[in-house]
């Protein structure tokens, strides 16, 4: 079975630049989640996903964060205009049901200078 | 407000002694509590978890201890092996909401 794929695995840009990041949860994953994890800290939970539905966006920073998943399986993840603090590792996570455990992908990790 | 917290940052162990990995919560509503692994570069991935009702769950090394009225659980890993050299996370969930302690480090000795 493969596992949560995310691309680009690193981007580096300068403050208010926009930028993408793409997850494609396992198969058959209806929840999806976008976590941001600041180096130091553990990840935290930006939005969560169930099918193409918005669970939970309420740490999302919707002044400049956006996030979507319009057919119910791959997501999109856009920050605009980017500052220095969304420097961090954007992970995405999905699981069959919100009750079941999350599998993580490898991450984005994003630097803004 | 950080809601889970791991006070050690890091933790060095020899090869084949015990690592105790410690957590501390302060939200009362936390019903179940998971430990995840993270190697450079790589997402956290599951290691165990433990529901709100028990005190104590394994899985082969790995060992969880829950005492819910002092808000603390601890990993425990014996024999500890180099393979288990990773970062560790804390999380407790509320309503299937995951909140992460901000990790420990583990390297083991040769």
């Known amino acids: 079975e493969a596992g949560v794929a995310q691309s680009p695995r690193y981007k580096i840009i300068e403050k208010r630049q926009s930028v993408a990041f793409w997850c494609n949860p396992i198969s058959g994953h209806a929840t999806l989640y976008w976590y941001q994890q600041i180096l130091g800290q553990g990840p935290k939970l930006l939005i969560q996903f169930q099918n193409n539905g918005v669970v939970d966006d309420s740490q999302l920073p919707k002044d400049r964060f956006s996030a979507e998943r319009l057919k119910g399986v791959d997501s999109t993840l856009k920050i605009q205009p980017a500052k220095l603090e969304d420097s961090a590792v954007y992970l995405c996570?999905?699981?069959?049901?919100?009750?079941?455990?999350?599998?993580f992908g490898p991450g984005t990790r994003l630097l803004v200078l | 407000d950080q809601q889970v917290k791991q006070n050690s940052p890091s933790l060095s162990v020899q090869e084949g002694r015990i690592s105790i990995l410690n957590c501390d919560y302060t939200n009362s509503m936390f019903d179940y509590f998971l430990w995840y692994k993270k190697y450079p570069a790589e997402g956290p991935t599951f290691l165990i978890s433990i529901s709100s009702i028990k005190d104590k769950n394994e899985d082969g090394r790995f060992t969880v201890f829950l005492n819910k009225s002092a808000k603390h659980l601890s990993l425990h890993i014996v024999p500890s092996q180099p393979g288990d050299s990773a970062v560790y996370f804390c999380?407790?969930?509320?309503?299937?909401?995951?909140?992460f302690g901000a990790g420990t480090t583990v390297t083991v000795r040769a």
């Open positions: 999380a407790a969930s509320d309503d299937y909401k995951l909140s």
């Open positions: 996570a999905s699981t069959r049901t919100e009750q079941e455990t999350q599998y």
